[in-house]
């Protein structure tokens, strides 16, 4: 079992930046990919961002590509996204989820694991 703990969330004016992390705990060797989903008030779950557990690959939504960075830190099983620029409709709750495996890294039911969710709000 992996267990996935996300933080940084909260308000934001429009243009600002905030930084999520997502911690990751238990069979962090088993992880293959990690990302980011999001859910705005009465949108669909839609893909952020994704890395893979080497780091090396990276991807990102249309939406948010020239905007937010993934990136992780070994050492501390934590994997991050930089959200700079930010808009009101970035307004969402953002989830990290991880899979031990992956062939799709934008469909939300190949990631097995997921953290509870942290609410990030956009203010114009």
């Known amino acids: 079992q992996v267990q996935l703990v996300e933080t940084g969330g909260g308000p934001v004016q429009a243009g600002g930046s905030l930084r999520l992390s997502c911690a990751a705990s238990?069979?962090?060797?088993?992880?293959?990919?990690m990302a980011w989903f999001r859910q705005g008030p009465g949108k669909e779950g839609e893909f952020v961002a994704a890395?893979?557990?080497?780091?090396?690959?990276?991807y990102y939504a249309d939406s948010v590509k020239g905007r937010f960075i993934v990136s992780r830190d070994n050492a501390k099983n934590t994997v991050y996204l930089q959200m700079n620029s930010l808009k009101p409709e970035d307004t969402a709750v953002y989830s990290c989820a991880a899979a031990t495996w992956i062939n799709s890294y934008k469909n939300p039911a190949e990631y097995g694991f997921w953290g509870q969710g942290t609410q990030v709000t956009v203010s114009s």
């Open positions: 238990g069979r962090t060797l088993s992880i293959h990919t």
């Open positions: 890395i893979s557990w080497s780091g090396e690959n990276t």
